[in-house]
């Protein structure tokens, strides 16, 4: 039979089984494996420390021969089981997770011991664990199925020893702990899960934050540069027309053409300028960054020739990607493809003498 870990968190036993076992899980259930895994442990230390000390009473009280080797072995099970879990959760924790009939298993060894020591002995607080567990690892479910379990056994095993005393609020001691120790169980597992969750939506809103902040003072940046470039160049711009506009009746033709052509020159690069600045505010995310270096190459070639003397050509030698150089040599029998998309041209130029 399998158990739900909680109405309110349909699906996390699996989850969990697939963090245990290497799988990665969602994000938002990273925290809560981490304290649900540190809560478990804990539990079996303290089940690993109630068994050493009540192994003493209980061998104590068993009849010599084959009872006293029997429950040897009851205790150095439950012992061993729980010193492997809580060695090394990593490996046999999905296995308690995909299989809670082995509590059943638990509690049957704990029933023998209890017999042995008596409901009255240090022992009584490993049958406590079993239900705390159930409610850590199974929700409330595991947690009523096992505390009635631990319940039922107690109760048998006070009516099965008559020499047992005690009146009726003792008897009812040990069984009332089985079940609030499973409803912290439980309690301990909701508080566990939500705390996970208000961390992670704590992590994400100041992950948001983060980023907002750094597009703002990228925003805050670009404006800045774009001020201080585009403010330049029109204040040239300006000059260059005052001064134009002052002496254009006192200049040659040719004077006046090289002053117009300067504002025009001016007046494209504060255009250029701010369309570059202002497409970086509409970038997209990503190294590429969402801009074309084939035809950014060749607009930056058209600009140079049409504010310089000298004439700027761009074209691709070949449609494919050429190897770069420092990777050439990376495939051993890549030199050798007669159909490398490269040629090697050696030039030999005479010695000036």
Known sequence: MAYQLGSAHPGLTAELTRAHSGTPARPAFAIQVNALQAMCRQVF?????????????????????????????????????????????????????????????????????????????????????????????????????????????????????????????????????????????????????????????????????????????????????????????LHGLALAADGLAGSADRMDPPTVKLQAELVARAARRAAAESRELLTDLRREQGLAGGVDLMTELAAQAQDFTARHPITATFRRLSEETPVPRSRRRWPANCSRSPRRPWRTRTVTRPRRT
Request: hydrophobic share 50%; glycine share 10%.
């Open 45 to 233: 230390g303290f089940r690993l420390a109630m068994i050493a000390i009540a192994t003493p009473y209980a061998i104590g009280r068993t009849a010599p021969g084959l009872p006293t080797w029997f429950i040897g072995s009851a205790i150095l099970v439950t012992f061993m089981g729980s010193y492997l879990l809580f060695r090394d959760w990593e490996r046999f924790g999905p296995v308690l997770l995909r299989h809670p009939w082995l509590l059943a298993v638990d509690v049957f060894f704990g029933a023998l011991l209890l017999i042995t020591a008596t409901p009255e002995s240090t022992l009584a607080y490993v049958t406590v664990c079993t239900p705390l567990l159930a409610g850590l690892v199974h929700g409330w479910r595991g947690a009523a199925v096992f505390a009635v379990l631990q319940v039922l056994i107690v109760f048998g095993v006070y009516a099965s020893v008559p020499k047992l005393e005690g009146d009726g609020a003792t008897r009812l001691l040990l069984p009332g702990f089985c079940v609030i120790a499973g409803a912290v169980g439980v309690t301990l597992r909701n508080l566990l899960l939500r705390f996970g969750t208000a961390t992670q939506a704590l992590t994400e809103t100041r992950a948001r934050l983060a980023v907002n902040e750094a597009v703002e003072g990228e925003r805050t940046r670009l404006a800045r540069e774009m001020h201080d470039s585009v403010a330049k160049t």
